[in-house]
C-alpha cells in the first residue's frame, strides 16, 4: 500500500483526462496526450484554455488550423503568439510545407497517440492585455464520428469537448451550397452531442462560445455576403439546433485555397485535387471572435 501511495504521489496527472501518469512519461497512458502539456501548464502557473477544432472528415481541419498557427506565429492581427514547446509547431510546419509544394497534408489518423497537439501563449499586443494559454488538438474526422456514433469509443474527445472553453465546428459550404445534406446533418449530429454533455443544464441553453466555420467558401462567394443568411439556407437543421439550445454562436465563412487543379497518375486510378496557390479569407476572423469570447 504504501509503495502504491509514493507512486501515486510521484505521478503526473494528464491535463486532458486527469490519468495518472509515470513522472517520465511522453504520452497519457489514456488518452495519449502528450505529458509536455502538463510540464508547460505547470511553468504558466496557470490553468490553460482548450480550443477544440472540429468537424467531419476531408473538411479542412488540418489545413485551417495550420494556417491559423502561423498567422499568428507571424503576428497577424496584432496577435502575439508563443508556442510552448516544439511539439506545438509540427502542425503548423506540416501544412506549411505540404502546401508550398502543392499538395495537401495526409490524413490525420484515427489513433490518438498521432494526432497533432499545439499548446500556445497567445494575446493581444496592446499594452496590458492578458495572455491566454490555448491547447488546441488537431482531431481526427473519422474519430469523431465514431465517437458521435457511439459515445465513450474515444474518450479522450469528450474529455477534450467537456474540458474546451471554446470550439470552432467546420462545415462543408461547398457540398451545402451544392444541396447535399451531409454537412448540416454531420453539423446537428455535433451539436447534439455537445448538448448531450450539458444535461444537467437542460433548463437553460448552452454558454460555451462556438464559431460555426463555413469552410470552402471560394465555391459559394454568398456565404462572405451574410454567413447566417447561408446557415438558416442550407444548414436549416443545425440552425434551429442553434436557435433552441445555444446562447453563444457566430458564423464566419473561411476560405484558404485560391484555386484547384486535378491530377492523376499512370499507377493511379482516382483523381487527386492540387492547390495551385492560397488564398487566405477570414482565417483569423473566427479565433479572434473566440478570443474575445473567453
Keep these: ?52 477544432v472540429i468537424g467531419e472528415s476531408n473538411v479542412g481541419k488540418t489545413v485551417y488550423l495550420g494556417f491559423l498557427l502561423d498567422m499568428l506565429a507571424q503576428r497577424a492581427g496584432d496577435f502575439e503568439a508563443v508556442p510552448k514547446g516544439a511539439h506545438s509547431i509540427d502542425l503548423q510546419q506540416t501544412v506549411m510545407s505540404h502546401m508550398a509544394r502543392r499538395v495537401f497534408p495526409p490524413k490525420t489518423p484515427m489513433e490518438a497517440d498521432q494526432w497533432y497537439w499545439a499548446y500556445y501563449q497567445v494575446r493581444r499586443r496592446a ?27 474515444f474518450r479522450v474527445i469528450r474529455n477534450l469537448l467537456n474540458k474546451s472553453a471554446g470550439m470552432l465546428l467546420l462545415v462543408d ?33 448552452i454558454q460555451t462560445p462556438i ?14 455576403d451574410n454567413p447566417r443568411d447561408f446557415v438558416q439556407a442550407n444548414l436549416c437543421r443545425s440552425w434551429n439546433l442553434c436557435e433552441s439550445r445555444f446562447e453563444n454562436v ?13 491530377a492523376t497518375s499512370q499507377d493511379e486510378e482516382h483523381v487527386v485535387p492540387v492547390p495551385l496557390h492560397t488564398a487566405l479569407q477570414g482565417v483569423l476572423e473566427p479565433f479572434e471572435w473566440i478570443i474575445d469570447q473567453l
Design 1 to 52: 500500500m504504501l509503495a502504491k501511495h509514493a507512486d501515486t504521489m510521484t505521478s503526473t496527472s494528464c491535463l486532458i483526462c486527469g490519468t495518472h501518469n509515470a513522472p517520465d512519461a511522453l504520452l497519457c497512458s489514456e488518452c495519449c496526450a502528450p505529458m509536455a502539456l502538463v510540464q508547460d501548464a505547470v511553468a504558466q502557473e496557470r490553468e490553460p484554455r482548450i480550443v477544440s
Design 250 to 262: 457566430e458564423f464566419f465563412a473561411v476560405s484558404v485555397v485560391g484555386s484547384l487543379g486535378y
Design 173 to 205: 459550404a461547398a457540398l451545402a451550397a451544392n444541396g447535399s445534406t451531409q454537412p448540416d446533418f454531420f453539423g446537428m449530429k455535433m451539436l447534439s452531442y455537445i448538448d448531450s454533455m450539458y444535461a444537467a443544464q437542460r433548463g437553460r441553453r
Design 127 to 153: 499594452a496590458g492585455s492578458p495572455w491566454a494559454d490555448l491547447v488546441m488538438p488537431d482531431m481526427a474526422g473519422e474519430s469523431l464520428a465514431a465517437e458521435v456514433a457511439a459515445p465513450q469509443t
Design 211 to 224: 464559431a460555426v466555420l463555413l469552410c470552402k467558401a471560394d465555391h459559394c462567394p454568398e456565404c462572405f
